[in-house]
């Protein structure tokens, strides 16, 4: 059954730093993973989708990478802001089709101190 | 326009009631899918929808029934409420198999409380 990991559960620093939340899963078997970012009392607004023969996907300030054998992908942010407060989550989808839905991990919560 | 749109937002129950959450999404996906979010903030899929055919159903109670009358449509049903059903549900859609564009879409929510 497939499990995912995110490290660290909680991360605060100050405006400006670049940073990386880290997402680990355990059957390598992957048809994608897609990173989420969650507002307090909102819904998940996809950020970035790596299918499994890709290594990272870049978004304006997010790269997100992805080894599939090692069972790893990091999400990194640049130049952060106090905007970027929110909870990340990583998310894969098996290789046996989007029947099985996303297996989630239980998201970073992120705090961008001004 | 809003590509998965859930209504209600929030939902305040008693326990034993019956009630259901409406989910439409505007993206032409085949695959729609129920999620709940616990108290810790965990997220667990509970039902997807292909061609408006169950595919899963993850040891959810039978208390629990997803009705879908179109492609475009998932509603979720919950009958007898329990406290425990107290969650937030999240309503999905994506393609099932495109190599280009298997990117998964959220609704905004469904707070159910049951007191």
């Known amino acids: 059954k497939q499990e995912v990991t995110q490290i660290p559960a909680a991360l605060s620093v100050p405006e400006g730093e670049n940073l990386v939340l880290n997402c680990s899963f355990t059957d390598s078997a992957i048809y994608n993973l897609q990173w989420f970012r969650q507002d307090p009392g909102k819904g998940l607004t996809s950020l970035l989708l790596?299918?499994?023969?890709?290594r990272e996907q870049t978004s304006g300030r997010l790269n997100a990478s992805l080894d599939k054998s090692s069972g790893r992908s990091t999400l990194y942010i640049a130049a952060s802001q106090p905007g970027d407060s929110a909870t990340y989550l990583c998310a894969v989808r098996p290789e046996g089709g989007g029947a099985d839905g996303l297996t989630f991990g239980k998201g970073t919560h992120l705090i961008i101190q001004p | 326009d809003t590509a998965v749109s859930q209504t209600p937002k929030y939902l305040v129950t008693q326990m034993g009631n019956d009630k259901s959450i409406k989910c439409e999404q505007n993206?032409?996906?085949?695959?729609m899918y129920w999620y709940k979010q616990d108290s810790k903030k965990f997220l667990k899929i509970m039902f997807s929808?292909?061609?408006?055919?169950?595919?899963i159903n993850e040891t959810v109670p039978n208390r629990f029934s997803p009705k879908s009358p179109d492609k475009a449509h998932l509603n979720l049903h919950i009958n007898s409420l329990e406290l425990g059903d107290s969650a937030v549900y999240f309503c999905?859609?994506?393609?099932?198999?495109?190599?280009?564009?298997?990117?998964?879409?959220f609704g905004q929510g469904t707070r159910l409380t049951v007191v």
């Open positions: 929808y292909n061609n408006k055919e169950l595919i």
């Open positions: 999905a859609s994506s393609h099932l198999w495109d190599r280009l564009n298997t990117e998964a879409f």
């Open positions: 790596i299918q499994s023969s890709q």
């Open positions: 993206l032409g996906h085949d695959t």
